[in-house]
DNA sequence: TATGAATGAGAGTTCATTCAT
DNA sequence: CATGAATGAACTCTCATTCAT
């Protein structure tokens, strides 16, 4: 009656980790459907078993790359601290998450996507990843620390969506100079300098 | 020396500006040596007259934008002010860069090319661009900036490395956050805001 | 023999109704075994213990249908009646067929193992249908017919052999031009109107 | 500058000719487009030079059958002729098309398209080709043969577009036949044999 | 020199069939 | 027996590159 029985979630994701691999090693334009099969170890035509097409299967990399990108940044912002000492863990957590579990070649995979999606917008195409989504709940996020920081007159009145803008994309320029020159880029040595000056740049009196 | 050879560098251009048109378009991956020669307006196999290969070509039409980015970026650093005028001058031009005639467009082309040199550098294989070369001829160029403002004491004593890499790397981050979402971003803003923060953060005692 | 035997026929009749109606559903190019499983309710590889191949299946589907059909064309040739009233009968049981239970989709099944019968008949291959031995066998009962009428002297001298083959192919023209054309083509008062005029055609006398 | 010259019209009739012959060969399933570009002595890639898609190719072989039919069966109606000799005229143009240069294996190929077509009108879909609008083409023609012929009193009062049906339908009956049994099927003698009872059964007074 | 017709390796995808469970 | 996960040959179609003209 019953049988090979296969967890299908299980083996979505052997596979999805598969083409996150691939996808690492050589680009999306470069990664064929057969090189995924071969890294999961199964046949090329099992893979349409699992994916519907190619896009399918990279969007659900995609979005596999994102949740766990998710789980390393899970912002718990500490409570009943100055605004001053939240934002100094925020940009700890950009050193942290460059040094942490977050496999750093995903980022890469991730950067990818996010040209696919630029030139998609470009073209006027339909978006494939919601990213924009995803960094507006990022930067809302921050917007809100320095809404109140200024509120409680923490911090000089800068406008808060423009910090919050600056605090997210700074850890993406950085990232990217990081994968261009792995070897003598320091990461964490600039990411602390950005640190010393944006906080004393945000400082109510200096 | 002879006329030809002036032929052969004009033609060379016009099929260079066909590419960097199309590429615009429709980015590195959906950009076919059919669709440069038409634009062009010439034959499909003349193109192999006058470039290699494909790839060739597109290292070609790299070099050409990096020029023309680098006319535009041209650094004329004013001399006898204050090291303080000397970065907002610097951070000034991001915004007129961002609104000059450079055609935007070609960011979006200068960044496949970046990301195709990351994966490059990911793979161990021959960087195709020397990118990494022209962020350090920038980097330098304002690092002695920082140098000498932290020499002349105008400024605090940061790490002059790490202060050039954020102020080019949040560039670099804006203007990729400006193309994912062209309409609501508000790139002049955010740059003034980040103005202020980054001349309050690095002066002396605020 | 054994009860199993009984349960194997009883399924593989399940399958062979359930490869129909897919058939006729979708065609011949159209159909795969995995919507036949699931049409029957089975799973993909237990067609495979009930028939050898595709091939094989779709064989005994035709014959099946062939059975079908042939109880409900079941020449009960009435006994002591005109020639004449014999092929009125014949004419009229055309209407009544294309009216009755038969499903009317499984002519587009059966036209379709014709056609795949007469490209074999063309490439040379061996037939997989014995369509021509069903033909014949109508052909012959019919041509009888008239060769009674004419010796009885009831109707006039054709030749019974082509007369035959007429009665049968304009039933096998019609359906074809119905199938084209369901909603505005008049299978009824076509076969009425040529019923009329070959009767009037091979009476003896006018 | 003017490369090789190629008519691109004549390019295509000799690769429809290929595929007409393939497919007459191999039928509409069985084609694939490398045995096109193997007939026409071409390369796979060089078809799609030529048409945008296999369903394209085969539209255009489609139509290029139909039109060489069409020049076949050319119907010059006899003018000044009773309208029993103009009907003894399109049926013994039966027998003739049948043995003329109309290639008969070409038929086959019609016969497929057209089963094509039933299917998509059996399954809602947008037909190709428009085979109904055809038929009705000649169905008319003789249909007016039959009007003129009632009118004048030549004919029995029978439903005109019922007899042209009949006579178009009989035609394409026994094509279908006489593909199934080339060898031993008597396709002139039946067309006779169907002549005489036909223009028997519609006359006046027999 | 300029061309574009021709090409074929290789891409994504399908599906009849197998076989471990 | 029954299954459906796994497979890979074979399909349609693409496109960088070649080469006869």
């Not at 390393?72 to 601290?81: A, G, I, M």
């Not at 997210?168 to 964490?188: A, E, P, Q, Y």
Request: one cysteine or more; a negative charge; aromatic letters at 10%.
């Amino acid at each position: 009656m019953s049988p090979k029985i296969v967890d299908v979630d299980e083996k979505k994701k052997q596979i999805t980790d598969a083409a996150i691999r691939v996808l690492a090693r050589k680009g999306l334009k470069e990664t064929k459907m057969e090189d995924v099969a071969e890294a999961a170890g199964i046949g090329k035509g099992t893979l349409y078993e699992y994916f519907k097409s190619k896009d399918e299967l990279f969007l659900v990399a995609y979005r596999h790359i994102m949740e766990e990108f998710e789980c390393q940044t899970d912002l718990k912002l500490p409570e009943n601290v100055t605004t001053i000492d939240t934002l100094k863990a925020i940009i700890s957590m950009m050193t942290s998450m460059h040094t942490s579990d977050f496999p750093l070649d995903h980022f890469q995979v991730l950067t990818e996507f996010w040209l696919e999606e630029v030139k998609s917008a470009n073209q006027g195409k339909k978006r494939q990843f919601d990213m924009l989504a995803t960094y507006r709940e990022y930067i809302d996020l921050v917007k809100a620390v320095f809404e109140q920081g200024i509120q409680k007159g923490e911090i000089r009145d800068i406008n808060p969506e423009h910090a919050a803008t600056i605090l997210m994309m700074i850890f993406d320029g950085l990232m990217l100079l990081w994968m261009l020159d792995k070897n003598s880029f320091d990461f964490k040595g600039t990411v602390d300098t950005f640190g010393g000056i944006f906080i004393k740049g945000i400082q109510k009196q200096g």
